[in-house]
T-cell receptor, first 112, second 115 residues
Framework: DAKTTQPTSMDCAEGRAANLPCNHS???????VYWYRQIHSQGPQYIIH???NNETNEMASLIITEDRKSSTLILPHATLRDTAVYYC?????????????FGAGTILRVKS | GAGVSQSPSNKVTEKGKDVELRCDPI?????LYWYRQSLGQGLEFLIY????????KSGLPSDRFSAERTGGSVSTLTIQRTQQEDSAVYLC?????????????FGPGTRLLVL
């Protein structure tokens, strides 16, 4: 799987949009961009994933650059409960048995 | 719908004892993974089941670890003769093949403490 680079930590004011960047310059054509998060003492939570088009669901939006070398996860109205470690992962398309490997991720602190 | 469930949520045991950890995947999910996560560390893959195929056991750290999946649904991870270094959060994830890529959904984990 392609390597990803994320900032170590970010702060965001409650109610504002949180924009979490991820660089994946070595991504290959068959790899999706996935985002997970892990709130303290909980299991990882799937957020969103995409291939090349921007994606939106009830949790977040994912913006992928045209060259696919970077992406941004957007939490439109961050709440205190969004404080967590956010992991950006690139994984091969439709491949079973592909173990998830988390990097260090970005610690997002949402502050009131 | 119901997510992945795991039991027990916490387990404290003495060194040398055997433990069994249970995972109930999301109904209909054919793939099931076990991972563990030590304090402040990333995910460590343990084992993977897919349908009726032979499991991928390449991540099991020693022969004290084993897992089974009965009827293609519930899975049990067994650790024999537990050691203190086995203390970790054991996470189960399940997935279903989808046209837009496989997504793993995690349970809450079992926190194992070996004294």
């Amino acid at each position: 799987d392609a390597k990803t680079t994320q900032p170590t930590s970010m702060d965001c004011a409650e109610g504002r949009a949180a924009n979490l960047p991820c660089n994946h310059s070595t991504i290959s054509g068959n790899e999706y961009v996935y985002w997970y998060r892990q709130i303290h003492s909980q299991g990882p939570q799937y957020i969103i994933h995409g291939l090349k088009n921007n994606e939106t669901n009830e949790m977040a939006s994912l913006i992928i650059t045209e060259d696919r070398k970077s992406s941004t996860l957007i939490l439109p109205h961050a709440t205190l409960r969004d404080t967590a470690v956010y992991y950006c992962i690139v994984r091969a398309y439709m491949e079973y048995g592909n173990k998830l490997v988390f990097g260090a991720g970005t610690i997002l602190r949402v502050k009131s | 719908g119901a997510g992945v469930s795991q039991s027990p949520s916490n387990k404290v045991t003495e060194k040398g004892k055997d433990v069994e950890l249970r995972c109930d995947p999301i109904s209909g999910h054919t793939a099931l993974y076990w991972y563990r996560q030590s304090l402040g560390q990333g995910l460590e893959f343990l084992i993977y089941f897919q349908g009726n195929s032979a499991p991928d056991k390449s991540g099991l750290p020693s022969d004290r670890f084993s897992a089974e999946r009965t009827g293609g649904s519930v899975s049990t991870l067994t650790i024999q003769r537990t050691q203190q270094e086995d203390s970790a959060v054991y996470l189960c994830a399940s997935s279903q093949n989808m046209l837009r890529g496989e997504t793993q959904y995690f349970g809450p984990g079992t926190r194992l403490l070996v004294l």
